[in-house]
């Protein structure tokens, strides 16, 4: 008998910024839509987001940044995931970001990117319409 | 092209973590790679380590992790936190005290929910050891709270158990008694500075002293211990106290030796045929046209849940005439 398969998700604030509040309601918010989420807390490097990522074998990373250095550190964590064969797992992103760095975002491979205006109805139906646990 | 069970064995991260995916999913695949890794496995020393939330736990494994790696041994963790029953989601959050160990490579974590199916969680952890085993971790820390059957099972299996407490929970002392305090092979006051360690002390040890089979000759009395992990202080002398115990399993008879292993292989196989039974029964009977009339009977009124309930099992079963 297989089990049904459960979407697994990180949520990880990668960078210096220490406000991790959204990321948390995210957390609570993905637990209730019954996937399982992996919160790894503050001040994480895009190495340590992806190293934990692979061995909890999760489908999807949440990145969570309102401290202005996403350009970087988002993009950052593709990087290494394509250098780790790893990039079949999704990445999106959240926070407060100007409209133009948000499509420099999709287009460096960002999945989805949610802003204060998105509701957590959206953000779970996002992930049960376009996550499939493998 | 390499097999997964091969890949395990070789240590590779991906393939490791894919596995223990397969294995918590209940995949029916996973049965013939176990298999093949099972003969690579028995070489890892297991440390359950369990205790009230909020009791220190993680923070603790923490500090374990970097005294382990101090002495050139590799760590596999697996930290287990419960499913909500409403969603059927979790929030796995220990690791969150581990993460500077993220960047280790002698070092793999791993956060389990405890789902709660038919004894799930006692199946995947235990899948789950052999395979962080396989992979050839010299360590292997599992982090429970240590509530309900399934997780006692856990830590059961572990060659030293550590029961972490908290000073001023005096009704937490009573509360572990139920069942784990026998399985304690360590116990460990954690933020020993708190008011009240001496007092908890104490009571542990009468706790303790009132279990006969530790008086037997030769037996090993649980030590009881003092610390502040997030302080780092006191684990070192936890680490050394598991390492005594260790040494106290590996010189005991080869008689006893032997006889404990097969109590626990016993218990081990009688949990996965029970497991299996019900893997297989349970899906031909409840994932039937049958079974969704007899659910549409009941709540119409035509027939009570007790009728229904033979009329589904016993045929099954090939119990009817």
Redo the contacts between chains.
């Keep these: ?6 979407v ?1 998700i990180m949520v990880a604030k990668p960078g210096l910024d220490g406000h991790d509040r959204g990321a948390r309601i995210i ?2 918010a ?12 503050l001040h ?1 490097t895009p ?2 987001i992806v ?2 990522a ?4 999760v489908d999807m990373i949440g990145l969570s940044s309102l401290a202005g250095a996403h350009k970087y550190l988002f993009p950052r964590v593709l990087e290494i995931l394509r250098e ?3 990039e079949d797992i999704v990445v999106c992103g959240g926070g407060i970001f100007p409209e133009e760095d948000i499509a420099a975002l999709k287009k460096a491979g960002i999945k989805e990117i949610f802003t204060p205006g998105s509701s957590l109805d959206e953000i779970v139906k996002w992930v049960e319409d376009n996550i499939k ?1 493998r | 092209m390499k097999s997964t069970a091969e890949k395990v064995v070789a240590g590779d ?2 393939a490791v ?2 596995l ?2 397969d294995i ?5 695949e996973i049965r013939e790679v176990l298999k093949e890794i099972y003969p690579y496995t028995g070489k890892a020393y297991v440390i359950g380590i369990t205790g009230a939330p909020g009791a220190g736990k993680s923070t603790l494994v923490d500090r374990m992790i970097t005294h382990l790696r101090k002495e050139g041994k590799t760590v596999g963790v697996l930290a287990v936190d419960p ?2 029953p ?8 220990d ?2 005290r581990m ?1 500077r160990h ?2 280790d490579e002698g070092v ?4 389990l ?1 405890t ?1 709660g ?1 038919f004894g ?1 969680l006692t199946q995947s952890t235990r899948g789950a050891i052999d395979v962080l085993d396989a992979m050839g971790k010299d360590f292997i820390l599992v982090e429970t709270v240590g509530v309900g059957q399934d997780e006692v099972e856990v830590v059961k299996s572990a060659h030293t158990t550590i029961i972490v407490v908290v000073p001023g929970m005096g009704d937490d002392v009573q509360a572990i008694k139920a069942g784990i305090l026998e399985a304690g092979d360590i116990f460990l006051i954690n933020k020993a500075d708190r008011e009240g360690a001496e007092k908890t002390a104490g009571d542990l040890r009468l706790m303790i002293d009132m279990d006969q089979e530790k008086y037997r000759k030769g037996a090993w009395r649980p030590p009881i211990l003092k610390a502040q992990a997030v302080a780092d202080k006191g684990v070192a002398e936890l680490v050394e106290e598991i390492h005594n115990h260790g040494r106290y399993l590996f010189e005991t008879s080869d008689d006893i030796k032997l006889g404990k292993k097969r109590v626990r292989v016993r218990e081990e196989l009688t949990d996965m045929v029970e497991k299996r039974i019900l ?2 029964v ?2 031909n009977i409840t994932k039937t046209a049958e079974f969704d009339r007899a659910v549409d009977s009941i709540v119409s009124g035509d027939t009570d849940p007790y009728t229904a309930c033979e009329e589904l099992v016993l045929p099954a079963l090939g119990l009817s005439e």
Excluded: C, W
């Design positions: 008998m297989a089990q049904k398969r459960k697994r957390a609570r993905y637990r209730d839509a019954g996937f399982e989420v992996i919160y790894t807390g994480q190495e340590e190293e934990a692979i061995q909890e074998d780790k064969g790893a646990p | 991260i991906r973590a894919r223990i995916r918590d999913d209940g995949m029916p499913t909500s409403f969603s059927g989601g979790a929030i796995l959050g690791r969150i993460q993220s960047m793999f974590i791993r956060s929910a789902r199916h799930g893997e297989e349970i899906n």
